[in-house]
T-cell receptor
Framework: NAGVTQTPKFQVLKTGQSMTLQCAQD?????MSWYRQDPGMGLRLIHY???????DQGEVPNGYNVSRSTTEDFPLRLLSAAPSQTSVYFC???????????FGPGTRLTVT | AQSVSQHNHHVILSEAASLELGCNYS??????LFWYVQYPGQHLQLLLK??????LVKGIKGFEAEFIKSKFSFNLRKPSVQWSDTAEYFC?????????FGAGTRLTVKP
């Protein structure tokens, strides 16, 4: 099993550009989530999904969109990148929200 | 919304010293508790978890944590740290269908 995979590993965007961060898992997990990690702030939940076709907002959803058309994939879209979105983004999955999460390797995003 | 506090932002220890990292949370109901570790350049991995039962839980690599319900705490301990324990440690709490992470504690172990 590959576990949770994320692409790309690194990305530099200019302000106003859009892009999609990819996340896939092969563990047949229903629950998937996106976090951003910023120094001194830990991980903050952006969006999550409890199954295909169902998504919901987390703690910091503004500026991001998600969709969940399959159990395996959970892409995160930045609609119009801003410098405040410079961060490390982690995707995670689990069979339900209340149990331990399995994390991907992360995407380091810089917005200039 | 519930909150999770990790009071130690950066801890520096020498090898063989004992470690205790604090974690406190605000939610008063039933909780699931976790400690994750992030080694330099790597993704988060589960160290240990508590759902119910014995409040003293043991995890990987000699780590343990104690759930004290009356203090809303879930402190992480290790009797003797190694240089390879240098990492960032995150406490996470799930309560009322809401998961929150603490800000993290960076541990540096000097050889």
């Amino acid at each position: 099993n590959a576990g949770v995979t994320q692409t790309p590993k690194f990305q530099v965007l200019k302000t106003g550009q859009s892009m999609t961060l990819q996340c896939a898992q092969d563990m047949n997990h229903e629950y998937m989530s996106w976090y951003r990690q910023d120094p001194g702030m830990g991980l903050r939940l952006i969006h999550y999904s409890v199954g295909a076709g169902i998504t919901d907002q987390g703690e910091v959803p503004n500026g991001y969109n998600v969709s969940r058309s399959t159990t395996e994939d959970f892409p995160l879209r930045l609609l119009s990148a801003a410098p405040s979105q410079t961060s490390v983004y982690f995707c995670a999955s689990s069979y339900k929200r209340e149990v331990e999460q399995y994390f991907g390797p992360g995407t380091r995003l810089t917005v200039t | 919304a519930q909150s999770v506090s990790q009071h130690n932002h950066h801890v520096i220890l020498s090898e063989a010293a004992s470690l205790e990292l604090g974690c406190n949370y605000s939610y008063g109901g039933t909780v699931n508790l976790f400690w994750y570790v992030q080694y330099p350049g790597q993704h988060l991995q589960l160290l240990l978890k508590y759902f119910s039962g014995d409040p003293l839980v043991k995890g990987i690599k000699g780590f343990e944590a104690e759930f004290i319900k009356s203090k809303f705490s879930f402190n992480l301990r290790k009797p003797s740290v190694q240089w390879s324990d240098t990492a960032e440690y995150f406490c996470a709490v799930v309560g009322n269908n809401d998961m929150r992470f603490g800000a993290g504690t960076r541990l540096t172990v000097k050889p």
